[in-house]
């Protein structure tokens, strides 16, 4: 499975940007789709994903709301709209997936996912 994340750029604090991430190859009806983040000296994070019935994790500490994830299953494409960004947001967001056929999920079943984007920078400046 090959995953192409792209929508990242510089905004200004309060902006708004929309990332999405294709995925192509021998892909699953039954997965799990999602965003994590990688900001300089820090550890990734997880950010918000949805599993192929629609159902939604969010890390709602650090997104409180603000940003959106969606998907489009006959695209195979995973959305992350992001709203009210600001500094701490700046980093290079990563598209992921796990095969899982359960409908329901948990954060921690996306801490290993199966396949990883390459990645694109979000800088947001103050």
């Known amino acids: 499975v090959q995953l192409q994340a792209s929508g990242g750029g510089l905004v200004q604090a309060g902006g708004s940007l929309r990332l999405s991430c294709a995925a192509s190859?021998?892909?699953?009806?039954?997965?799990?789709m999602g965003w994590f983040r990688q900001a300089p000296g820090k550890e990734r994070e997880f950010v918000a994903a949805?599993?192929?019935?629609?159902?939604?994790?969010y890390n709602t500490e650090s997104v409180k709301g603000r940003f959106t994830i969606s998907r489009a299953n006959a695209k195979k494409t995973v959305y992350l709209q992001m709203d009210s960004l600001n500094a701490e947001d700046t980093a290079v967001y990563h598209c992921?997936?796990?095969?899982?056929?359960?409908?329901?999920?948990?954060?921690?079943?996306?801490?290993?996912?199966?396949?990883w984007g390459r990645g694109t920078q979000v800088t947001v400046s103050s």
């Open positions: 949805i599993n192929w019935s629609g159902n939604v994790r």
């Open positions: 992921a997936v796990k095969y899982f056929r359960s409908s329901l999920f948990t954060a921690q079943d996306m801490a290993v996912p199966d396949f």
């Open positions: 190859g021998s892909t699953s009806n039954n997965d799990i």
